[in-house]
């Protein structure tokens, strides 16, 4: 098509986006629609974040503290309005989630592809959720997960980037980060990362606590106990770690 003809709608195929949310349910529930859209919006920004996640891999290999930052201060923006976004599921009656989740079958945001292909790539290897990605189809591990899992994710390049400034002793560089104070922000934006998805698994749980009840079994199959397990989930577990040393650095005391 040529420039000239190239309109708003034609670029961002429009009517083609918008003819993709098709209800299940028979006569359709007003409800449905904004159940389709809030997941599919969710899944366009997992697109993004894993694209900006592979730029961030690149600029922490090439020690690019402020291209690292810059991306990830967006990454962090889109983890906390997608987290919005699902907050608008919160005040959807219950009773109406019963009127047409039976249209939904087995369809579950447990086989959102690009949801293991963000932890893969963040850098999650619990030895129990790499077993549970075996089962989570009966096809196996998606071959987009499987790709994620040989390439380097974002844990191992900034583990990689520290290596490099040889920084050994965590709360000794939490304690004076000396000449590498950028890199010290780095780390805290990686935190803040960490926590973004702390808070979206825990805001999850609580809107299927909402809508579904405690005790109601997922259209996957699962309990609620099974969300609550992934709510201790860290990609970068040494810089939570490190916290523990610098409280005892300042006199405080371990619990087991
Ligand atoms: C009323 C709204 C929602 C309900 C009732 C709900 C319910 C559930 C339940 C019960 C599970 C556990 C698996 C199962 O047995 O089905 C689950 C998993 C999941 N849901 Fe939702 N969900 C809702 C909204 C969303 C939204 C908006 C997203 C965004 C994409 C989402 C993404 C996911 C993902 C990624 C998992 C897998 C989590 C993991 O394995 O760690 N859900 N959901």
Redesign the pocket.
């Known amino acids: 098509m040529a420039e000239d003809d190239l309109t708003y709608l034609t670029y961002l195929h429009v009517p083609e986006l918008l003819a993709l949310q098709h209800h299940r349910s028979d006569p359709p529930h007003p409800e449905e629609l904004h ?1 389709i859209i ?2 599919q919006s ?2 366009l920004w997992f697109k993004l974040l894993l694209h900006d996640l592979e730029r961030i891999i690149g600029a922490l290999d090439a020690d690019d503290w402020s291209g690292v930052l810059v991306l990830l201060r967006r990454v962090n923006d889109v983890m906390a309005f997608g987290l919005d976004q ?1 907050r608008s ?1 919160h005040d ?1 009656p219950p009773w109406s ?1 019963q009127e047409f989740r039976s249209y939904l079958g087995t369809a ?3 086989q ?1 592809v690009q ?1 293991r292909e963000l932890e893969v790539l963040s850098g999650l290897r619990d030895e129990q959720y790499l077993k549970g990605l075996e089962v989570l189809s009966d096809d196996g591990i998606p071959p987009a997960v499987t790709k994620r899992l040989g390439q380097r994710s974002l844990a191992e390049a900034h583990a990689h980037a520290a290596d490099r400034l040889g920084i050994t002793d965590w709360a000794g560089f939490y304690a004076d980060p000396g000449p590498n104070g950028v890199f010290y922000v780095v780390c805290e934006s990686l935190v803040d990362y960490d926590e973004r998805w702390i808070r979206w ?1 825990n805001e ?1 749980v609580t ?2 606590e909402r ?2 009840g405690p005790r109601t ?6 309990a609620i106990s ?2 609550q397990r ?1 709510t201790r989930y860290r990609y970068f577990p040494q810089l939570w770690e490190l916290r523990n040393d610098l409280s005892v650095r300042g006199g405080g005391e371990l619990v087991e």
């Open positions: 159940f809030v997941h969710l899944e699902m599921l959807m989630l579950s945001g447990i959102s949801f698994r999850h809107l299927v809508t579904l079994r997922g259209t996957a199959g699962t099974y969300l992934t």
